[in-house]
């Protein structure tokens, strides 16, 4: 690829098409089955057509033709140039299998006319049947771009069908996330009131509060909350998880060798406790080598340093079960691999059957950075990931895990390729597990309250995606980035943004409009728990209370049926 970052790209370069006309696409918002089956033996095909922009190659499942990568790791043949244009997001996918071979990985990249390289996206392909590589790309100027594959297996041989890119403006790409987002984190729910004889009442009204949501943006805190009550009243206010950004960490809770302190996280833990916000647990081991205590550092012999790792992951996981939503059981251990060198390559997935032998109801969590946020990573792609965690899970004793992804989301400051994270959490989601985004930020920047809200939304309307912990608090905190309060804790236009989705996601009874039993009309309410309140305007003595859990599971259409004992 060396040749290729110097701008120079020994391709056939294909016709120009920018014309719109029937074709396939795929919804980049539908999570097709096959990202969870991985291999279909047949392309299914879409009739979706507007705004592809449909290219010229496209082989079916009987043809003959194929291509070779060369040795750069690029198809040479199948390439195409198109026109983008600066404020619309683009989503491409395209069908690929192996002639040969089992489990390459394939990826899509756009070479713009600078010569920068953009990864959208890539995929895990078999021998013999199709897999969906999805991605795309924001550009940030107009112009011509390349489209081309590669793959790191020299000798591959692919087929590729069904090659497409499809355009939206912003506005259409928001309205596609608010219509997912109705579906997957609300329902609509009809009361029916009754008398115990059937009859209706009414005249009856109703009046919904939600009291525990079911989708939560949460913040992490650093031990700076212990000294400032303003800052403990603003997190309080506003945030119901947390994760600490050190204070779990070995290398704070061992500074010196078999000296252990948990003052500080004991004492963080108290303060989420008294005010109802949950903990998820960071981090019981790091697997980069530098980010070990220094005594951990100078230690040679394996043995050794197994009894000081057994050690610590006994201490700090007895000491908090019972007590947080999960655990980063081994940070980065697909960047990293200081334990696996150390003592094994099986060392990650051992501390994990550990970890779940000690407290087998919390969830435990592969944790890494660059895999939804940063396109050009080569190291913690997605498909690296969840191989990692499959790993994991295979490991005798692990397949009973309760496990989950965290992707810790570090953005650079510039526009957020949405099509490209998206097709990332669904290849995260494929596995079928939870998908957290664990450490969102990203450095200053002019347009950073507008960047934050499009990654947010981006991740809040992804089925796979359970919940969100950014990285950010007010000025006292010393969080630099995601700076999201000053001095005197009033709001910057990010703390506005984060203030606007909280409020959004997690539905106030002041937002509720009361329900009138004659409507018969059904209210749209977020996946959460609720109380509620019927009474009568002019029946004092008719009034119920009741609790209403909300859930996907339960269906888009919910009936609450209450009979009133009178």
């Known amino acids: 690829m060396k040749n290729i970052n110097n701008g120079w790209f020994p391709c056939i370069l294909l016709l120009l098409w920018c014309l719109v006309h029937s074709g396939i696409a795929i919804d980049p918002f539908s999570q097709s089955d096959s990202l969870k089956t991985e291999c279909v033996m047949k392309p299914p095909r879409s009739?979706?057509?507007?705004?592809l922009l449909q290219?010229?190659?496209?082989?079916?499942?009987?043809?003959?033709?194929?291509?070779?990568?060369?040795?750069?790791?690029?198809?040479?043949?199948?390439?195409q140039r198109i026109q983008l244009h600066q404020g619309n997001i683009y989503s491409f996918s395209a069908w690929v299998k192996l002639r040969e071979g089992n489990k390459k990985k394939v990826r899509v990249v756009f070479k713009k006319e600078n010569g920068r390289l953009v990864h959208g996206g890539e995929v895990r392909v078999k021998q013999g049947c199709w897999s969906l590589l999805k991605g795309g790309i924001v550009p940030d100027v107009s112009g011509l771009v390349d489209i081309f594959f590669e793959s790191d297996d020299k000798e591959a041989e692919i087929s590729v069908s069904n090659v497409s890119l499809k355009q939206f403006s912003k506005d259409e790409w928001k309205l596609k996330q608010d219509q997912i987002i109705e579906k997957i984190r609300k329902s609509k729910v009809r009361f029916e009131v009754t008398y115990q004889n059937k009859t209706a009442v009414k005249g009856a009204v109703i009046s919904v509060e939600q009291t525990k949501p079911s989708f939560l943006l949460g913040c992490g805190m650093n031990f700076r909350i212990l000294q400032s009550q303003g800052y403990r009243e603003w997190f309080a206010s506003r945030f119901k998880i947390t994760s600490f950004t050190n204070e779990m960490k070995w290398y704070t809770t061992e500074k010196v060798r078999g000296q252990e302190n948990y003052t500080l996280a004991d004492s963080m833990l108290n303060f989420a406790e008294d005010n109802g916000i949950l903990v998820r647990g960071h981090t019981v081991l790091w697997d980069d080598p530098i980010m070990q205590s220094?005594?951990?550092?100078?230690?040679?012999?394996?043995?050794?340093?197994?009894?000081?790792?057994?050690?610590?992951?006994?201490?700090?996981?007895?000491?908090?079960?019972?007590?947080?939503?999960?655990?980063?059981?081994v940070n980065e251990n697909v960047h990293w691999d200081y334990f696996e060198k150390m003592l094994g390559a099986n060392a990650s997935s051992s501390f994990y059957n550990l970890a779940f032998?000690?407290?087998?109801?919390?969830?435990?969590?592969?944790?890494?950075?660059?895999?939804?946020e940063n396109r050009m990573e080569v190291t913690a792609t997605p498909v690296k990931v969840i191989e990692k965690m499959e790993?994991?899970?295979?490991?005798?004793?692990?397949i009973n895990i309760k496990g989950?992804?965290?992707a810790?989301?570090?953005?650079?400051?510039?526009?957020?390729?949405?099509?490209?994270?998206?097709?990332?959490l669904d290849t995260l989601g494929s596995l079928g597990l939870p998908v957290w985004l664990t450490e969102v930020d990203m450095p200053k920047c002019p347009n950073q309250a507008k960047y934050i809200e499009d990654i947010l939304r981006e991740a809040y309307s992804h089925p796979a995606v359970k919940g969100i912990i950014i990285f950010a608090g007010p000025e006292v905190s010393g969080f630099d980035k995601l700076t999201l309060a000053d001095k005197d804790f009033n709001n910057t236009e990010t703390?506005?943004?984060?203030?606007?989705?909280?409020?959004?996601?997690?539905?106030?009874?002041?937002?509720?409009?009361?329900?009138?039993?004659e409507d018969s009309k059904e209210v749209s309410l977020s996946h959460g728990h609720y109380n509620v309140n019927v009474s009568h305007p002019w029946m004092k003595n008719l009034s119920t209370s009741l609790s209403l859990e909300v859930t996907k599971e339960k269906g888009q259409h919910q009936v609450v049926r209450v009979v009133i004992n009178a």
């Open 47 to 51: 009739r979706e057509t507007q705004g």
């Open 55 to 79: 290219f010229s190659r496209s082989v079916q499942d009987d043809s003959d033709e194929e291509w070779k990568i060369d040795e750069h790791g690029v198809i040479r043949e199948m390439a």
């Open 294 to 329: 220094s005594w951990v550092q100078k230690i040679e012999d394996p043995n050794d340093l197994m009894n000081v790792t057994l050690n610590r992951i006994n201490s700090v996981i007895t000491r908090y079960k019972g007590k947080l939503t999960g655990w980063d059981v």
């Open 357 to 372: 032998k000690l407290d087998p109801d919390v969830i435990l969590f592969v944790n890494e950075y660059n895999t939804i």
């Open 391 to 398: 790993e994991i899970l295979a490991y005798q004793g692990n």
């Open 404 to 406: 989950a992804i965290g």
């Open 408 to 424: 810790q989301g570090h953005f650079s400051p510039t526009q957020p390729n949405l099509p490209y994270m998206r097709s990332a």
């Open 495 to 517: 703390g506005d943004v984060i203030d606007k989705l909280l409020k959004e996601w997690q539905q106030k009874s002041s937002e509720i409009p009361k329900i009138f039993v």
